[in-house]
Every structure is written in C-alpha cells, then in structure tokens.
C-alpha cells in the first residue's frame, strides 16, 4: 500500500492535479474582478498557495510517515477520525463529480456535441479508475510520462503570439484597486486546487523534510507561473470586451490562428489537455481511497465503490441547469476541508506536541 | 499469463470504446454535406437580412479525380443562422459554414453595424474564424455571383485576391478573429479590405473602409492611400508597391511616375497631452525603407538619391495629413491612439469619452523615405 516514491514523482503529482480544467476558464474569470491586472492576482494566489503548503509540510513533517487520514485519527482518537475521514472521502468523491461534470461539459461544447452525457462520463471515470487502481508510483510515472505534454501545449501557445498582442492591454501596471486584484487571486485560487494532494502523498516520499519542502515550493511555483502565462497571453491577445465574453479563451486564443498544414489549434489543444483534465481526476480517486483504506485490496475496492459514486454525482450534477450555487457550495467546502481543518490540526499539533510524541515514539 | 491478459483487458476494452462509441453519434460523413466556401451578407428592405452562399460541388469525373463546382443559394431572414437553416432545405445534404474562406458585406448593411450580422460565428464552437471579411462596394450578393474562371468556385478566387493584396500591404488582413478584438476595443478602431465589381466578370480588391467601432463610415481609401494608412499604422507585410506620380514636368512633358518598393519600415507613434489647452496630441513617424524600381524623370535615368527622397517625401507627407484628415473625420482610430492614452495617461483616458474627444487629437505625420537601392542602375 505505502510504497515510497521519488520527490521527483511528488512533483508530478502536484502539478498534474493541480493544472486542469481551470486554467481554460480562467482568464475571462478573473479578468472580470481585476482586469488587465490579473496576471498580478494569479501571483498573489500562488502566494496565498505557498504560506498554506508550508502549514502542510509543517505538518507532515511533525507526523513523518503518516498521511492524512492517519493523522485525524491521531488528532481526533478512533471515532471523530474515521468520521473526519469518511467526511473527505465524500468531499473527494463530490469533487471529482463536479471535476468530471465540467469536463463533460467542456466536450460536449467544443468537440462531441451530439454524443450523450453519460457516455463521455462512462468514458472518464473508466480511463481514471484504470489508473488510479494502480499503486501511486505508476500513476506518478504516468504523470511524468505525460507531463512531456506540456512542453507541447507551450509550444502550440507561443504560436498565439503570431496574433496581434497588445502589451498596452495590462498597462498601466496597477490599474485595479488591490481589493479587485485580492478577489481575483481568490477565484484564482478556486482554479488551482489540488494541492492537498501533499497531505496525503508527501508521506509517502523518502526524502528529507527539508528536500520535500524544495519540490513542493518548486510545483507550487512551476504551477503558479504557468497559470500566470496563460493568463497573460490571453490579456495581451484580447481585447477586454472580448475576453470578459469568452466562456474558454485559452481555446479561443487558439481560434484565430492558421498554418498550411494545421487549422483549429484549439481543438488540437483542447485533445492534448483531455490528459491533465483526466489526471486530475485520477488523482481525486486515489485521495478518496486513500483517505479510508489502509490495504492494498480495500483501496482497490474503494476505488471501485467510488467511480460509481461518482457516476452518480456526476450523472446528477450534469442534469442541474444552474451550477452557479453548486460551485458556489463547493468552494466553501473546500475552504473548510483543506484549509481550516489542516489549520486546525496544526495548530493543536503545539498544543498535543508532547503527547504526541510519546505516542508516535 | 493470465495475469497479463486480466491486466491488459481493461485497456483494450477502453480503447475500442472510446474508438467507437463516441463515433456513433457524431460521425460526419463527408458525402453528406454541402460545404459552404463563400457567404454574403446584404440589407433587405425590410430591414432583415439578405444571405447568398456559394456551396461546393464535387462530381466526380471517375479514377479518383473531381471537378469542383459551385452553385449558388439565397435565402433572407433576421439572423444568420434563420438564413442558414433555410439554405439548408435548399441544398441537398447538410449546410456546413464553417470552412467558409470569405464573407463579403454589403455597404448598405455595413453602415448600421456588422457585428450583430457576425455574432453567430464567434458563438458557435465549430465556425472557423480565419475567415477572410471584406465589404463589398454595391451589393454584396452581386461580387459572390461573378464568375472571374469558368467553372471555378468564386470564393477560391477573392480568397486568393485578398492574399495577394494583404502580401503587397494594400490591404490589411482581417479575419473574424481578428476584426473582433479590434471592434470590441473603445480604445481602436479597425479598417476592412473593400471589394468592387468593375466589369462583369472582374473583380478588383484594392482600397480600404473605416470604421467607427462597428459601423462602416462609408469613407473608403483608395489604392495609394490605403498603403500609406497600413505602412504609417507600421503594418508592412512582404512588401509595399508605391507608385508616386512626380510634381515637376519631365524633359519629355509627360507626367512621371516613379515606383518603389518599401521593404523595411520604422514607426514611432508618440501620444502626449498638452496639460494648459487639454488637448492630445499625437505624432507618427515612419521610415520607409525600400527599392527603387522604375525612374524615368531624368535624362539619364539617373537617381540623385538624397534629391529624390526629399521630393518624395513632401508628396507622401502631403497625402499622409489627408488620410490622417480623413480619419479624424471618420472617427476612426486606426492607428490606435487611443489605447496608447489611456497606458501612459490612464486618468485623463478615464475622464474624457474618447469617441467625442478623438476627432479633435492634433494628429502629425512625418514621413521619411531612405533609399536603399535602386537596382541594377546607377
């Protein structure tokens, strides 16, 4: 069940759980708070990002070995642990409904509009169980093996700037009160997500604590700035009325472009992305079995028990005609699951440090 | 060995899945739709719109070979898409618009707008936005029903047109893709490529329309100035062809034209407000880099290049304050002096309403002609 891998392997991890669906929305989202500034906001929540990953790694580091779903037990005793648990395996399920939901969305719009939903759900939640049963390691090769698609999906965005850009677009730098550009690091935040990852993998890393620390700063970072690149290629390539109209404009920006052999980049992008948008997935159904099995078959089986949660979530949240208050519940969750109850597990780990140890020891 | 194949059985079934099922629903076969490869938009009198499509048509001629053919449908209706659904009962086979190289507008239409005509494309994921827009002198439908070649689909043609006079900076080269980030910006405006029929089966691409945001001014620039519009907006693409008819009289009494070929340009477009008069004002300078190609106005053929230059200068300095006049009038900022203002005076941008304030900018130009070589003579 717990078999190490590489710090190199973690990074992969990260970056592929957090790079998703996200980005292809995001510029037009947080254009729409902060404007031509919003390259600035993407920075601010990287930040916000790296004080909340030191509080993990802080935390990890205190409990070596030990994930998450190990820790509340630690922390809360047998019961309120597994229950705690059992509440993030159901988060973890919701979210890769709600991930998988959007995706099916994505496609349904721009590739395979007449093919029915709950084909492509099938499709999605198969590909991902068939990873995600498989120990970490090999879904960290995996990541790694496709992690050479970003280097291609780079190289697909540079030929964007064959389009008319305008750097006037973000001058001048500071247009937007700080109050625009914070609220835009916020819905950027909501688009980074996956992180949370480091709580339950970093355990799993032979590595020193200070090592482990270097690779998530640096998956934080390596996320942070290519998000920030997007972004900025949609503001300087846009016009802003344009942008705050366009539903996905890291596919549009692709639109406008034509070579002799090649037309509609945006599709050929939006097929490459179909890979990190799975990942992500694949990793949320590793988490949700994770955070309640401890051996190999029980996780497998778990993994199982989830995809046909997720079916279900899915299948439900596709048919809603209104996401608006769905996301909005979301978020909220996710503010309260990853952010205030690692906080508060690191904040009792000073006052339990004591008898902690003479448990752990 | 079992063991592989249990492991391995998930993946082939995936595979095939994914291989077949998502084809049984949105398989397009090729035989069964009629592509569309030209569109034109006119105004109706009833204020709807007026759509002629040029569609495609294969026959096959036996051993693999086709003759491409094109046949003609029109339809009116208040959108595009209406329009669209009612060609496609005219056609056998299901319309497909979008691998359409050119849209042609009619002028009439142009005036009142063209974005609500083109909203339709940008909406919809599948519509090909490289498509090639121009505004048609006249009747729009009228340019579509030309035929330049016998047998050979017209929009193949104007599509070459336009590629060949956006290669000479003639015209600018305007897609939907990018005529909407123009159109959406307050703080530029754009130009389209005009089209005209000037004979029954010639068409002739060679001046350019302005715009005020959307709407087509009805002041269009003619061959010479449309280049010079495109070269002082710093917008060489190849090359530019120049043809400048001399003021002196030559030794022979005949007017004199000499040619020359811009290769290389520099443009610097300076904005600066003049804080005691609230006034904006606004400098272009270009240098023009280029080739002589044809001078006769000497005796001896012979070129006095710095004497030249200067001669040549006066002339386009004199016409680049007219277009630089027209656009004024036109309220078209196509050099884009707005967006300059409101980077480097963001406070003054957000107080004035550029669109009034714009046609009185005291805009200057400057233009400097180097020449760089006049071929194989002297």
Redesign the interface.
């Known amino acids: 069940m717990n078999i190490s891998i590489t710090k190199n392997q973690l990074f992969f991890l990260i970056i592929k759980t957090q790079i998703g669906i996200g980005l292809l929305s995001l510029p037009s989202v947080i254009q729409h708070s902060a404007g031509g500034d919003a390259w600035i906001s993407v920075l601010g929540s990287g930040l916000a990002i790296q004080l909340l990953i030191l509080v993990y790694w802080h935390l990890c580091k205190r409990y070596p070995g030990m994930n998450l779903s190990e820790m509340t037990i630690v922390f809360f005793g047998s019961y309120i642990g597994r229950s705690v648990n059992a509440i993030y395996y159901c988060f973890f399920v919701i979210i890769a409904g709600y991930a998988c939901t959007l995706y099916v969305r994505l496609i349904k ?8 939903g709950w ?2 759900l099938l ?1 999605i939640i ?2 991902s169980i ?1 990873l995600a049963l498989e120990d970490l390691r090999v879904i960290a090769r995996f990541y790694q093996l496709a992690a050479v698609l970003f280097v291609l999906l780079f190289v697909i965005s540079l030929a964007t700037f064959s ?2 850009i ?1 750097l ?1 677009n973000i ?2 730098v500071g ?1 937007s009160d700080i109050s625009q550009i914070i609220s835009g690091s916020e819905k950027t935040f909501f688009a980074m997500l996956g992180f949370e990852v480091i709580l339950y993998f970093s355990a799993q890393v032979k590595d020193t604590p200070s090592g482990i620390l270097k690779t998530i700063t640096m998956a934080n970072w390596f996320v942070t700035l290519f998000y920030s690149y997007f972004v900025f290629i949609c503001l300087i ?6 942008l705050s ?1 366009v539903k996905e404009p890291v596919l549009f920006l692709l ?4 070579f002799q052999l090649f ?2 980049l945006d599709l050929i992008f939006l097929t490459i992305w179909i890979i990190p948008m799975s990942a992500t997935i694949v990793s949320y159904f590793c988490l949700a079995g994770k955070s309640l099995a401890t051996s190999k078959k029980g996780y497998q089986r778990l993994v199982w028990i989830s995809g046909l949660l997720v079916l279900l979530v899915g299948s439900y949240l596709y048919k809603q005609e209104n996401m608006e208050s769905i996301s909005q519940w979301i978020e909220y969750g996710y503010l309260l699951m990853i952010v205030a109850v690692p906080l508060l597990m690191w904040i009792l780990s000073f006052l339990f440090r004591s008898r902690h140890k003479r448990r752990l020891t | 060995m079992k063991k592989t194949i249990k492991k391995w059985l ?2 082939v079934w ?1 595979g095939l ?2 291989l077949s ?2 084809g ?3 398989i397009h076969y090729l035989v069964n739709k009629k592509i569309v490869n030209g569109i034109s938009l006119d105004k109706q009198e009833n204020g709807q719109l007026r759509g002629t499509v040029k569609a495609i048509i294969l026959e096959s001629k036996g051993g693999g070979q086709f003759n491409v053919k094109d046949k003609v449908a029109q339809a009116t209706g208040g959108n595009l898409p209406e329009i669209g659904h009612k060609i496609d009962s005219m056609l056998p086979g299901t319309i497909e618009a979008n691998k359409a190289f050119v849209i042609i507008i009619g002028d009439e239409l142009a005036k009142q707008g063209i974005m609500p005509a083109l909203e339709f494309f940008y909406r919809l ?2 519509a ?3 498509t090639k827009v121009l505004i048609a002198k006249g009747n729009a439908a009228e340019i579509l029903n030309v035929s330049l070649l016998e047998n050979n689909p017209i929009a193949f043609d104007i599509k070459q047109m336009v590629q060949g006079s956006e290669r000479t900076t003639l015209v600018p080269d305007q ?1 939907l ?2 005529l ?3 159109v ?3 703080a ?1 405006d754009t130009v389209l490529p005009m089209i005209r029929k000037i004979d029954h089966d010639t068409l002739v691409i060679d001046s350019t329309g302005l715009f005020n945001g959307d709407i087509f001014t009805g002041i269009t620039l003619s061959r010479e100035d449309s280049i010079l519009l495109l070269l002082m907006n710093g917008k060489l693409s190849k090359v530019a062809w120049l043809d400048i008819p001399l003021d002196r009289k030559s030794h022979s009494g005949k007017a004199d034209v000499v040619s020359f070929e811009v290769r290389k340009i520099k443009r610097k477009l300076e904005v600066s407000v003049n804080k005691d008069m609230q006034a904006i004002e606004s400098h272009i300078r270009v240098d023009l880099y280029s080739n002589i190609d044809s001078y006769t106005s000497s005796p001896d053929w012979e070129i006095d290049s710095k004497q030249l230059s200067k001669e040549l200068e006066t002339i386009l300095d004199k016409r680049a304050s007219k277009i630089t006049r027209q656009l004024l009038k036109a309220n078209c900022d196509a050099f ?1 002096i707005g ?2 203002l ?3 005076h ?1 406070a003054l941008w957000n107080s004035i309403d550029w669109k009034s304030k714009y046609p009185e900018v005291k805009l200057t130009t400057e233009i400097h002609v180097h020449i760089t070589s006049t071929g194989a003579l002297k």
């Open positions: 719009v721009w590739l395979l509009p007449l093919t029915p084909v492509l499709l198969g590909v068939y389009n008319d305008h006037s001058l001048p247009q390539g846009f016009s802003q009325e344009a109209k639109r406008g472009l034509t037309d509609r | 998930p993946a995936i899945l994914s099922v998502s049984c629903w949105d994921p599948k090909y936005l490289n897609t893709y990018s909407w980030n123009q959406s910006d307050p530029e884009g967006r300059k409101k980077a480097s963001t």
